[in-house]
């Protein structure tokens, strides 16, 4: 079953980097943050502001705390900044 994934605004990209301990610089993810104790899957959950989207070991995603597919919404308060890798180790796990 496929679920609607709506476009992220930076809104919603910047709530998502707060929940996970980041900051905000000139309306944009700074610094670093960290990806969620329970799902993370690497030997660092430093996560780099300036890697979002890509493949290197501090890229990071915007996570579904409450998965798509178990009723989660697709709404700022329910989104975290999360490791690429993780996300993905989170998503084959539903
Ligand atoms: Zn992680």
Redesign the pocket.
Known sequence: MKFERRNLSQYDINSAWKKSGGLIFDSKPYGIAY??KQ????TS?V?DAASYGNHSDAS?VVDHIVPLAQGGANDYYNYQA??N???SCKGDAR
């Open positions: 990806c969620p799902w993370c899957k690497m959950a996560m990071w999360m490791h890798y993780c996300n």
